[in-house]
């Protein structure tokens, strides 16, 4: 069944072409679809389209409907071209012609961006809470192991003193700036296309103001035009979004498959978190992390794809818009993927207390050495003078008790302002 369909049909070939996986990716959006049908239903009675029982018959079945999506017993044969299509077949074999009255007044178009608006509502909310989740953990490590010193590194050379503490609560106070992204892309999504049918609205007394309250959102997107011209929008929001929090969990994946090295062993995992090797039985592999990492910068990509699909497109509906959804399912259940497996993973870290005990780390304490020297007096660039000669004689002895106290360091992380932070970031 196609809701296009005039009588004839196309080859069999064009028709796999066309409608590619929207099969399988629309049984993740067909939820969305019911529940905007249902509030549609209610707009088409509010404005005299629908009979009241005509309306509490298609919800009636739009909920049984509904139920077998939750179930997982809904399903999308080859006979139908999509969801739509699906759904407005078991209304009108249930119910007749009241089921062929359900698209008076809409088009897929908007039936698809009215989904997916709904879908990446839901999709960025739970987005949102899972990196909340790996926030909270890393604030509790940071607290936990703030007192354990850890090398700096720059250009990957020995700098200067770190801490564990600075270390979990950076990624921790990254995130943060991540989900500002988020939550501009979810203010864009928050947005109801609903009514906006082909592009250019209905000669239909539609209420979409009704809808809007109806479905949810914040607002309504009010020029039809500009509905139609949202569909990639919202998407490529949502990937900017996305990419964001994957460029921080990319880092800090890197960061540990570094520190888990021999050459630094700084941290470890137990046996159960990583891999071994079929021929070197000494191996423990992080290919939790390794895959954090390329899954990471592959969802960076994603904006970057999106925009080469939308880039030329003039104004209204163009089949490549189809493919949005192809790149944007699965990036976002990578995406969550992600921040589930790091927050579980993490839980189970071991830190090394005794890092700083190698002498190759002596030279970590020069600039705190050195800032001894101007604090009794000297003149800073003679004290770098001075720390910088006895470096190269080998005479260099660290004072190693060091105090940092200014906001941000490693002796005073503003764990609380951090938090205080997220909860600002949470609420918008």
């Known amino acids: 069944m196609k809701l296009w369909d005039k009588g004839f049909s196309t080859d069999k070939k064009i028709d796999r072409f066309t409608v590619g996986h929207d099969r399988e990716l629309d049984l993740i959006l067909a939820k969305y679809d019911v529940v905007a049908s249902k509030a549609h239903a209610k707009m088409l009675g509010k404005i005299g389209l629908l009979k009241d029982q005509e309306v509490a018959d298609l919800v009636n079945e739009l909920d049984t409907i509904s139920e077998s999506i939750a179930a997982g017993t809904f399903t999308i044969e080859d006979s139908f071209e999509d969801m739509h299509s699906k759904i407005e077949y078991l209304l009108t074999e249930k119910l007749g012609d009241t089921g062929k009255k359900i698209h008076t007044a ?43 010193l850890l090398p700096g590194y720059t250009h990957l050379q020995i700098a200067m003193p770190s801490s564990f503490g600075l270390w979990f609560s950076a990624y921790a106070e990254s995130l943060i700036d991540d989900l500002y992204f988020i939550n501009a892309a979810f203010k864009v999504v928050d947005q109801n296309p609903l009514g906006s049918a082909a592009g250019y609205g209905s000669s239909f007394p539609i209420d979409r103001s009704f809808t809007t309250k109806e479905l949810g959102f ?43 090295s021999q050459n630094f062993n700084f941290i470890g995992f137990p046996d159960a978190l990583t891999t071994g090797s079929s021929i070197m039985p000494h191996k423990k592999n992080p290919d939790v992390f390794e895959l954090v990492r390329a899954k ?55 830190v090394n207390k005794t890092i700083l005990e190698d002498p190759k780390y002596d030279y970590l304490f020069s600039v705190d050495t050195l800032n001894e020297l101007v604090l009794s007096g000297m003149p800073f660039r003679d004290a770098y003078k001075k720390m910088g000669r006895e470096i190269q004689e080998g005479t260099f002895k660290p004072k190693r008790t060091i105090k940092h106290t200014h906001e941000g360091s490693l002796g005073n992380l503003c764990l609380e302002d951090i938090r205080e932070k997220m909860k600002k970031a949470i609420a918008l």
């Open 218 to 260: 914040a607002d309504l997107k009010y020029n039809v035009v500009a509905a139609q011209l949202g569909r990639g929008k919202v998407e490529k929001a949502t990937a900017f979004g996305m990419a964001s929090i994957a460029s921080t969990l990319s880092k800090m994946a890197m960061d540990i498959c570094l520190y888990m």
């Open 106 to 148: 809409r088009s897929r178009n908007d039936q698809v961006l009215v989904a997916i608006h709904l879908y990446l509502k839901d999709e960025l909310t739970q987005i949102k809470a899972q990196t909340k989740d790996l926030f909270d953990l890393l604030i509790v490590l940071a607290d936990k192991y703030k007192e354990i």
């Open 296 to 350: 990471c910068n592959k969802l960076q990509s994603v904006p970057n794809q999106l925009a080469l699909i939308l880039v030329n497109l003039p104004s209204g509906y163009h089949r490549d818009l189809q493919l949005v959804k192809e790149i944007m399912l699965p990036a976002i259940e990578d995406m969550k993927a992600c921040l589930e497996i790091l927050t579980f993973s993490l839980k189970e870290i071991q």
